[in-house]
């Protein structure tokens, strides 16, 4: 017996019947997987699907990405913005104004998506070779054990810490400035340029005094060493403690083995070069400072202890430095410990009392050193 028809009351038969429509609803499912696979490949790739006729983002990707958009404006045609144009960049935790030279991005970037803002970890586009171990910032407490130097070195020259111009030539991720501008001094020069194009050129900024963590990898540490006794300037180094007993580093500080012996006609004729020789000294923390990669990545802890090597360019600057009963206050309180030498340092522990083998000796030692504990070289 044939089945009856429907009345026609306006409610179709497709939804009187028990099992799914298989036609234009089937189609319309299809349509919406589609454009759902779209959106989530959109959001996957870190960019927000709009809704071109209501100029709004999908719910999906909302979630996904936890943004609120603030205003309906259409989004440009690359989709997004990098908040890196000329000026300061507005980022840091609790909001506040973070300097930066010639306007570059440091860690924390701002990108903006159609009007909602998220911090982000971006990679900069440095305008030279990058070695990715010479990437570790200093950490902030290394600044704090400074102040008494930068502050004993801004009053001799009659100036406030705040106008101290303090350079530091290798840019990382530029928490130097913002390090340092949080300790009172506003002045620091810290652009992404290519420091050594700069010496050829001559293009250096004119400063007070540098202080630098310098790149480990490679020659750079010599040619900063070689850059700072020639400028016959007051520079601040923070570096491994086995620099001390480099040749390179004696080679230096001393102008012996026939390189070029420093400019120092702004001091006086009556320095002579060892006298200045006699203005370096060392200030060490009692802990190991522990650096960090931009990228967060590297090991947690430091291979190597350092400290910083400082120099000012009179011999006598540094004596009223040491004897200033305040600047001893602080530098305990710091829980610092000041050097005069290099013997010094390893009458205090503070240096290694042996030659340190080079690489290819010490991967080898370290092979040997696991073999002899069951494990292979390779770790299997």
């Given at each position: ?8 009351s ?5 939804a ?10 089937k ?7 589609k ?67 010639s ?32 990437h ?166 430091s291979p ?41 340092l ?35």
């Amino acid at each position: 017996m044939a089945r009856e028809k429907p009345e026609q009351s306006g409610v179709s038969s497709a939804a009187l019947s028990s099992s799914p429509p298989r036609t234009s609803g089937k189609a319309m499912r299809g349509k919406k997987r589609k454009k759902a696979r779209k959106r989530k490949r959109k959001a996957d790739a870190g960019d927000v699907q709009v809704d071109s006729t209501e100029n709004r983002c999908s719910k999906k990707s909302d979630q996904k990405l936890g943004l609120t958009f603030k205003s309906q404006d259409s989004r440009s045609s690359e989709g997004c913005s990098n908040a890196q144009g000329g000026g300061n960049l507005k980022e840091r935790e609790g909001g506040e104004e973070a300097p930066r030279g010639s306007g570059h991005p440091g860690n924390n970037q701002v990108q903006k998506h159609g009007g909602a803002t998220k911090k982000i970890s971006s990679r900069i586009d440095y305008p030279y070779a990058v070695d990715f171990c010479d990437h570790f910032e200093t950490p902030f407490i290394a600044y704090q054990h400074l102040v008494p130097v930068l502050n004993y070195f801004a009053q001799s020259l009659n100036k406030s810490p705040k106008k101290l111009r303090i350079y530091d030539p290798y840019y990382c991720a530029g928490s130097v400035v913002s390090h340092l501008n949080k300790l009172g001094f506003k002045h620091v020069i810290n652009n992404l340029r290519d420091f050594y194009a700069d010496i050829r050129e001559q293009n250096i900024p004119e400063y007070d005094i540098l202080v630098s963590n310098p790149p480990y990898s490679d020659d750079h540490k010599e040619k900063c060493l070689e850059f700072c006794r020639n400028s016959g300037k007051p520079w601040c180094l923070l570096l491994p403690n086995y620099i001390a007993n480099k040749q390179y580093y004696k080679t230096i500080t001393t102008g012996t083995g026939g390189g070029p012996q420093g400019n120092y006609s702004k001091i006086g004729s009556a320095d002579r070069l060892e006298d200045n020789v006699a203005g370096v000294f060392y200030l060490s923390p009692s802990l190991k400072y522990e650096y960090q990669h931009p990228e967060e990545k590297g090991h947690d802890t430091s291979p190597f202890f350092s400290f910083w090597y400082v120099c000012f360019p009179r011999k006598q600057l540094v004596s009223k430095f040491l004897a200033n009963p305040g600047v001893q206050l602080q530098v305990r309180n710091n829980s610092c410990t000041v050097s005069r030498t290099i013997d010094d340092l390893r009458s205090q522990n503070l240096v290694p009392t042996q030659k340190r083998m080079n690489n290819k000796r010490r991967k080898k030692l370290k092979a040997k050193k696991m073999q002899m504990e069951g494990w292979s070289a390779t770790g299997l």
